[in-house]
T-cell receptor, first 115, second 111 residues
C-alpha cells in the first residue's frame, strides 16, 4: 500500500521566484493538508483541500495557494519567494470518516531552500 | 503564550528505560490528540491517535489525555536506540480541520 508521496525531494530557488510542490495522497484517502515546518519547529498548517476546494486555511499569506485534482492529488504553489519560506513542506492525507474526525498521514516532505 | 507547549529536550535515557513525553495546551476546546515520531529530515510518522480523555495502548506505546489539566502524555516502554527521534504532539478542536503542533521533544536512547 503506497503511502503519501511528494515531489521533488529537494528544491533550491532564489528570492522572488515561484515554486510548485506536488503530493499524492495515500490510497483510499481523499483529503490533503499542507504544512510548513521550519527547522526546530513543529509543522504549521497552511491549508486543507477536500473535493477540489480549499476547506480551511491557516495564517499564511495569499502567496501560498493550492489546488486539488480529481484524483485527489494536490499542488502547493508559493509565489514571490522570501528567504523565510525556506522550510520542509509536508503533505498529509486523511481518510474521510464521519463528521470531522480524521487522522493525518504525512509524506516525506519537500525541503525548499530560498537563496 | 503558545496554544501547545512541549519541552524541546533533548531527553537522554538508557536503553530499556520507560520514557515519558508530555504536552500542555491552553485551548479547552481541543478534543483530538495525536503523537508523531519524526526522524531527522523525514516526514512525521503517526504513532497514536486519541479522542477526548482517557488512555490508549498500542504495543510499547501508551497515550494519556487529561483534559481537566490540559495535559497529554506519551509513554514508551522498553525504549530502544531506534526510538531516538523527535516526538511531536498535535491536537485540534471539533469543527476545525487544523491541527496545532508542539515544537517537538528530541529523544535520545543510549545503547
Amino acid at each position: 500500500d503506497a503511502g503519501v508521496t511528494q515531489s521533488p525531494t529537494h528544491l533550491i530557488k532564489t528570492r522572488g521566484q515561484q515554486v510548485t510542490l506536488r503530493c499524492s495522497p495515500k490510497s483510499g484517502h481523499d483529503t490533503v493538508s499542507w504544512y510548513q515546518q521550519a527547522l526546530g519547529q513543529g509543522p504549521q498548517f497552511i491549508f486543507q483541500y477536500y473535493e477540489e476546494e480549499e476547506r480551511q486555511r491557516g495564517n499564511f499569506p495569499d502567496r501560498f495557494s493550492g489546488h486539488q485534482f480529481p484524483n485527489y492529488s494536490s499542488e502547493l504553489n508559493v509565489n514571490a519567494l522570501l528567504l523565510g519560506d525556506s522550510a520542509l513542506y509536508l503533505c498529509a492525507s486523511s481518510p474521510l470518516l464521519q463528521d470531522d474526525t480524521d487522522t493525518q498521514y504525512f509524506g516525506p516532505g519537500t525541503r525548499l531552500t530560498v537563496l | 503564550q503558545k496554544e501547545v507547549e512541549q519541552d524541546p529536550g533533548p531527553l537522554s535515557v538508557p536503553e530499556g528505560a520507560i520514557v515519558s513525553l508530555n504536552c500542555t495546551y491552553s485551548n479547552s476546546a481541543f478534543q483530538y490528540f495525536m503523537w508523531y515520531r519524526q526522524y531527522s529530515r523525514k516526514g512525521p510518522e503517526l504513532l497514536m491517535y486519541t479522542y477526548s480523555s482517557g488512555n490508549k495502548e498500542d504495543g510499547r506505546f501508551t497515550a494519556q489525555v487529561d483534559k481537566s489539566s490540559k495535559y497529554i502524555s506519551l509513554f514508551i516502554r522498553d525504549s530502544q536506540p531506534s526510538d531516538s527521534a523527535t516526538y511531536l504532539c498535535a491536537m485540534k478542536a471539533s469543527g476545525t480541520y487544523k491541527y496545532i503542533f508542539g515544537t517537538g521533544t528530541r529523544l535520545k536512547v543510549l545503547a
